[in-house]
């Protein structure tokens, strides 16, 4: 729980601070997502029924193996998660999370990854990822569910962090929590701090 506390410490502000919901591009982002390569795109009306669908999907299709489940969703700006930087010296490679103010290192194209392993009903892993970085996600398949409507990613991440019982998996949903782009994040961040 110690660990939880000093992310939301380090995530509060920044939250607080960012009442700046994202540009009008992020419609034309979730177009992109919605075909990306090597995903399987899973269609349903709301974010919790895309989920439900591709995890009865990944069960039928993976037999005793593990896959993602993913969504987009809309990050806040001045943050930049798995990012690289190419200069005259190459690519430099960022893995996690960058958060500056002020920054041009800025990623608006991530998701929330869930890892699903031997057939269980909740997630052993959740990743926030950049989408524009190539990867193979540990060779895993990866079905997409589109982009999340802030609400709904928000719920599913507040329930994930009341039900886990995996310090990982609540750290990570927190984590995603206070990169939303959303007016609500200081809130719920402050709730669980005293819940």
Do not use: C
């Not at 982009?147 to 995996?166: K, P």
């Amino acid at each position: 729980m110690n660990a939880i506390l000093a992310v939301i410490f380090v995530l509060m502000p920044f939250a607080m601070f960012d009442g700046v919901l994202p540009d009008q591009d992020s419609s034309a982002t979730a177009a992109n997502n919605s075909g990306r390569a090597g995903f399987i795109a899973v269609d349903g009306a709301t974010l919790e029924t895309r989920i439900e669908l591709a995890v009865a999907r990944g069960r039928s299709d993976r037999t005793g193996s593990a896959y993602w489940v993913a969504y987009g969703f809309d990050i806040r700006r001045g943050v930049a998660v798995d990012f690289e930087m190419r200069n005259v010296r190459g690519v430099t490679t960022f893995d996690g999370l960058t958060i500056q103010e002020n920054s041009k290192a800025e990623t608006r194209n991530v998701a929330v990854f869930m890892l699903y392993e031997d057939g269980a009903a909740r997630p052993s892993r959740v990743e926030v990822y950049n989408l524009d970085r190539k990867r193979n996600y540990g060779g895993h398949p990866v079905y997409w569910t589109g982009q999340a409507d802030s609400g709904e990613s928000l719920a599913l991440l507040r329930e994930m962090v009341a039900s886990s019982e995996d310090g990982d998996v609540t750290h990570h949903a927190v984590v995603a929590i206070g990169l939303h782009a959303d007016p609500r994040v200081a809130d719920i961040l402050e709730s669980i701090i005293l819940g």
